[in-house]
Nanobody, 115 residues
Framework: QVQLVESGGGLVQAGGSLRLSCTAS????????MGWHRQAPGKQRDLVAR???????NYADSVKGRFTISRNNAKDTVYLQMNSLKPEDTAVYYC?????????WGQGTQVTVSS
C-alpha cells in the first residue's frame, strides 16, 4: 500500500497562486504516474494533471497554461503549481499514484478561489 500526504491548499483570491505538494510513502517501488484530480461540490472527480516517472505530463484543457505539475523522484513527491487561479478552480484536490494495477489516493486538500 502507498500512503499519500498532501499539503498546500487554502483560500486565495482570483488571479493568485497556490502550490500543492504530495509525498508518497510505504510501498513506493513501481510507482508510475503521480498526479492530481479535483472534485467540486456536486460534480464528478476529474483529472487535473499527471506526470509519469520519466516526466511526461498531461493536463486538463481547463488548466493548460496555468498549472504546472512536477515531480521529485528522490523525495517521492509530486507538486502542482497553480497560477492565475479562477473561482471555477475551487474544489477538493486529491493526489493519486498508479503503482502497477493499483491506484492510491490522498485524503484531499481544499482549494478555494474567491472572486
Amino acid at each position: 500500500q502507498v500512503q499519500l500526504v498532501e499539503s498546500g491548499g487554502g483560500l486565495v483570491q482570483a488571479g493568485g497562486s497556490l502550490r500543492l505538494s504530495c509525498t508518497a510513502s510505504g510501498s513506493i517501488f513501481g510507482i508510475s504516474f503521480m498526479g492530481w484530480h479535483r472534485q467540486a461540490p456536486g460534480k464528478q472527480r476529474d483529472l487535473v494533471a499527471r506526470i509519469s516517472s520519466i516526466g511526461s505530463t498531461n493536463y486538463a484543457d481547463s488548466v493548460k497554461g496555468r498549472f504546472t505539475i512536477s515531480r521529485n523522484n528522490a523525495k517521492d513527491t509530486v507538486y502542482l503549481q497553480m497560477n492565475s487561479l479562477k473561482p471555477e478552480d475551487t474544489a477538493v484536490y486529491y493526489c493519486y499514484v498508479n503503482r502497477y494495477t493499483e491506484v492510491s489516493w490522498g485524503q484531499g486538500t481544499q482549494v478555494t478561489v474567491s472572486s
